[in-house]
């Protein structure tokens, strides 16, 4: 065997052992596949191809051992957990079997032979219902091309665009397939293409009405997308022939958070968790719904829960220190301190103790130390993402080439003219769950979320595989119709209608809805608009200190983030400009300084009679999900208008990225 092989005779190498494994000729194959991970030590089929034949020849303990090394360097590999539950069967463990196989189809769906076993081992266990499943998703696979076999393990090695090729290639070549669909759909997730995902899938399933793995695929693409009432009828359909599948359960759980219906998502964790207590990741999701409807002493207890079960889980930590009220314990900022500088820590758990460590030594006043960590964590979380401000600023400057004064008079009486909606837009951390929370305090306005439903709307009018340099969205406006802005109008209040009880008015409290004032005009002229403001040097650091669950990309590097800041002020000028008195600005400085004079201003704006419950909003009973959740029900404290300055002396580039817009951000 060569020192090192080129990557053509790899793959020409572990086709030739396969091929000897085929024929029964383990001995020679485990030699061959030695040899190739001698030469080539990181090659993910060489470590497979030993732990294989070392089980065909019944050495079942060290097929284990090489599954494990392969599981260190490639633990998203669909063919290892099958091959281990292979294993485990030869060793009759039928429960570590029986878990090895459904992670196995998990990450893969397409893998006939795991869904097999599975059915074997529900049949041996007297669960007639889950082998029935099992075997009907083996039945369906079991002529699968294999081109699609390829991409499906492709995909589960995260080669995205190599699956891609391949399925475009043979759906062009052979037509319609239900499984190339669903996994085209997925690559497509990858990529954050959504709306493209969910048609794949939902022709996938015209196909195979009674193909689950597709129909859970589209329930989380649905619940990504926050249409959570659709995503609860999909799951509602799948529990109803497998009531226990905890995959099924738990995707039941978040439709349930997204439709704010808490204690059902809390009873359904639960009941998760007493079938996998050992998940640090569902004690986590359970927290986040205990903290949402104010249950902190549970959520606390349920995130001690997820570092005890793995130390090093950064999530775990993030989520005490997100609580904004929660002081780390000594020993806790040593062991976060431990899990980041692990040789081994994973980047995704590094970067969240970072941000925990930022906060736990700010709260001891230790500054310097602070800003250390949350700047690590910052850059950090930077190189993975593909933020590119230019993009956000070409978008700006078409909004106000579109969206002109001429534009609106030629469209005025398009839309629905229901008064619903009240919007509140800004940049997070700027003091928009405050408002939300005052405004739900009032007897006639109901607090929903940060509702997704205008951005998807605007997304939807961009169309499949948007280019970034040259956006169709909102030149698209400009060619649609007085009936089609009613249409939308219509469908964002149907929409929304899951999400609110019975009072005549809600809040939708996406800050970046800021970008698509233009577009709420159109479809919701008699929305009110608030557009809520902060001081820029305490919007922006705060935005820095923040770790998003998800989105705001802007927001993890200076220039970033005061770039997008500037941007902002910008498009919010230029709709004073096109839209006058659409918009009512209120600044985060001014609620703090005078509550009352603020508080009237607003329901003033919105048409709303005064109520002094509005001034005791820390007293109002609702579930909250954002970062202010539990500052929100305390009352109003002064002490967050200065805290920026602890970190001044390192702010220098801030500020001067900033520029003027430490001035204008008072206009």
């Known amino acids: 065997m060569p020192e090192a092989y080129p990557l053509p005779s790899i793959a020409v190498e572990v086709a030739r052992i396969r091929a000897l494994s085929r024929r029964g000729r383990h001995r020679e194959a485990l030699a061959a596949a030695e040899a190739l991970h001698m030469a080539a030590p990181d090659n993910r089929d060489a470590l497979y191809l030993i732990a294989a034949n070392l089980r065909c020849l019944n050495r079942i303990h060290q097929a284990l051992r090489s599954l494990e090394r392969l599981g260190q360097q490639h633990p998203g590999f669909s063919l290892l957990y099958q091959e281990r539950g292979h294993c485990y069967v030869t060793l009759r463990d039928r429960a570590r079997a029986m878990d090895a196989f459904r992670h196995a189809v998990k990450l893969n769906p397409a893998l006939e032979a795991s869904w097999t076993m599975l059915a074997r081992l529900y049949r041996e266990i007297g669960n007639e219902n889950a082998a029935a499943t099992a075997a009907e998703q083996a039945s369906t696979l079991k002529k699968l091309p294999c081109a699609i076999v390829r991409a499906g393990s492709l995909f589960a090695d995260a080669e995205f665009s190599a699956a891609e090729n391949l399925l475009r290639e043979y759906l062009a070549n052979t037509g319609d397939h239900f499984e190339a669909l669903r996994l085209l759909a997925r690559v497509e997730q990858q990529r954050e293409g959504l709306g493209e995902a969910e048609r794949l899938l939902e022709s996938a399933l015209a196909l195979a009405p009674n193909y689950r793995a597709a129909r ?8 990504e997308r926050q249409k959570y009432l659709q995503a609860s009828e999909a799951i509602d359909r799948l529990r109803s022939s497998e009531p226990d599948n905890r995959d099924y359960l738990s995707a039941h759980a978040a439709a349930c958070v997204g439709l704010g219906l808490y204690e059902s998502a809390i009873a359904t964790y639960r009941q998760v968790l007493a079938a996998s207590p050992l998940s640090c990741e569902l004690q986590v999701t359970l927290g986040h719904a205990l903290k949402s409807v104010g249950r902190q002493t549970e959520a606390i207890e349920s995130y001690h829960r997820a570092v005890e079960i793995r130390p090093g889980f950064g999530d775990a930590y993030w989520s005490l220190a997100n609580l904004k009220t929660y002081r780390f314990r000594e020993q806790e900022v040593e062991s976060m301190r431990t899990q980041e500088s ?43 993402s593909r933020y590119q401000p230019e993009f956000t600023e070409i978008n700006t400057r078409r909004q106000i080439e579109v969206c002109t004064n001429q534009f609106f008079t ?5 839309g629905v003219p229901d008064p619903d909606p009240i919007f509140i837009v800004g940049l997070p951390r700027s003091g928009s769950t405050l408002l939300e929370q005052i405004l739900a305090s009032h007897s006639q306005v109901e607090g929903t979320h940060e509702l997704a439903n205008v951005p998807r709307i605007a997304a939807e009018i961009e169309g499949p595989r948007a280019d970034l340099h040259d956006p169709r969205y909102p030149g698209k406006l400009t060619r649609l119709r007085d009936e089609d802005f009613r249409m939308l109008g219509q469908r964002y209040l149907a929409e929304t209608r899951a999400y609110r009880g019975h009072k005549p008015y809600f809040v939708d409290k996406m800050p970046n809805n800021f970008r698509h004032l233009g ?10 608009i608030i557009d809520v403001r902060r001081e820029p040097m305490a919007c922006c650091l705060g935005n820095l200190k923040q770790l998003f669950a998800s989105g705001q990309e802007f927001t993890y590097r200076t220039e970033d983030i005061a770039r997008y800041y500037r941007t902002y002020l910008e498009l919010m000028r230029h709709w004073d400009a096109v839209l006058p008195g659409r918009v009512l600005r209120v600044w985060y400085e001014d609620v703090v300084g005078d509550l009352e004079a603020s508080v009237r201003r607003i329901l003033e704006f919105c048409g709303l009679e005064w109520e002094p419950l509005c001034l005791e909003f820390h007293k109002t009973h609702r579930s909250v999900r954002t970062a202010s959740s539990e500052q929100v029900r305390l009352p109003i404290f002064r002490d967050g208008l200065s805290q920026w300055r602890n970190y001044e002396r390192w702010l220098a580039p801030l500020k001067d990225s900033l520029g003027d817009a430490l001035i204008r951000y008072r206009e």
């Open 216 to 223: 859970l695929d589209y329930a989380r693409v649905l619940l």
């Open 410 to 414: 030629a469209r005025r009486g398009a």
């Open 519 to 528: 577009l709420i005009q159109l479809i919701l002229p008699n929305a009110k």
């Open 342 to 384: 692990a040789p081994a820590a994973h980047q995704v758990d590094r970067y969240h103790l970072c941000f925990s460590l930022g906060k736990a030594y700010e709260d001891q006043s230790e500054f310097r130390e602070s800003w250390r960590f949350y700047e690590l964590g910052n850059a950090l979380k930077r190189a993975e």
